[in-house]
């Protein structure tokens, strides 16, 4: 929430910087607060919205400087922010843009030098001395591939025409307007980005968040810049435009309302997460988040990613079955009834595989199941625990 807040905080900044509008400052921060996605963001355990925050914050001083040398003060951040998730390159990118379009080829040398530069001493402390021993460039890199499809791609563009292209279209009048080219190669690497990578496996409506980042400063700007004007009614009109958009989005059931029942629901899985018995033991589950709010150790923070990875032979698929038949986990807790053969058939869950589903059955057994809260309401969790091991 505090990530949130701070992007909140940066996009009216922005347009300040834009505008020099205190109005279009606080229309800018509170458009974008007013998001769903970016709620939806705001209150769950992934690192997309700090990660957002880095990137963010090193834009705006990028914006700042953007006529100077001192733009390259910002590539710290921007490094900071694609080591925390290395989906947000479309800031540096668009930096890097706009100083050749501007054919300051110097300073866009400098700048990309030292993000490469940077980049790599980074990756060098990460390796040996934050996680030595560790696979952290297979991580980073391989992570990311997994299966690409045209059907995902086209449902979320499909959705981002329902839910933000009105908004987009705003965006585009006031860059028309106001012939602001950094903000413009920032809302086009923006989307490109995006688009490119939310026809991957585990992607969701939640990767246009950079783009709402960009679009709110811009509308706070053009609605400003039109009450300037005392042209009422077309600020009359963009007003209803984003309204409409905001109306849209929190109808379009990608990231449902939370209700009462969600909380009963999750309070009932972390007290039984909590027992003594599972205290610091690692845990296995589809949402990290559940089982690292318990206290418990995540050796897999992401069991949706690395299950793709394991069956495109990108890690190892004994390391995970020998922990199983060990019996090293504490606990594996999954939306998946792994007692049934259909669990490997169903391509919308995890990439289960028969030989990792009968580890688990064959070396756990099923302690307990649970109504699962958010966004996995319709669905159960079931609790798994080594043989032996129930009281």
Known sequence: MGAALGCALICGLLAWEMSGS??????????????????????TCRCDMTALF???????????????????????LFLLAVFYKQQFVAAPAAVLTFLLVRRCFRT??????????????LLLFLQKVVFPGQALVLHMVGY???????????????????????????????LRRNRDALMACYLAWAFAVAAATIGKEGSSITYFVE???????????????????????????????VVITLFVSDRVVLCPKAEAADFSNDAAIQE????????????????????????LATPISDLYQYSWLRCQGRIPSSDLLSQIQRRRLGIILVRTDL???????????????????????????????????????????YAWVPRGAQP
């Not at 040398?69 to 910002?74: E, K, S, T, Y």
């Not at 811009?218 to 963009?238: K, S």
């Not at 039984?272 to 206290?295: F, I, M, N």
């Not at 869950?349 to 099923?366: G, K, M, P, S, V």
């Open 22 to 43: 205190g109005l279009a400052s606080l229309l800018g921060a509170a458009l974008f607060l007013a998001f769903r996605l970016v709620s939806a963001l705001a209150v």
């Open 144 to 174: 990311n591939l997994l299966p690409f499809s045209w059907h995902r791609l086209g449902f979320f563009l499909l959705i981002f025409g329902i839910t933000l292209l009105p908004a987009m279209l705003g965006a585009l009048e006031s």
């Open 339 to 381: 007692a049934s053969a259909e669990a490997t058939r169903n391509s919308e869950d995890l990439c289960w595989t028969e030989d990792l589903r009968r580890a688990i059955t064959e070396n756990y057994c099923l302690d307990a199941t649970f109504r699962a809260p958010l966004p996995d309401r319709k669905r159960s969790y």
């Open 211 to 241: 783009v709402v980042f960009v679009l709110c400063p811009l509308l706070a700007v053009l609605l400003v810049a039109h009450t300037r004007a005392g042209d009422i009614f077309r600020a009359f009109e963009l007003l209803a435009l």
């Open 108 to 121: 866009a040398a400098a700048f990309a030098v030292a993000c490469v530069l940077g980049g790599l001493a």
């Open 272 to 295: 039984y997460l909590r027992r003594p018995v599972l205290a610091g033991q690692p845990a296995l589950s589809d949402y990290g988040g559940d089982v690292a709010r318990a206290g």
């Open 54 to 76: 880095l990137s963010a914050c090193a834009f705006l001083v990028a914006y700042r400087f953007r006529f100077d040398r001192r733009i390259l003060w910002a590539c710290p």
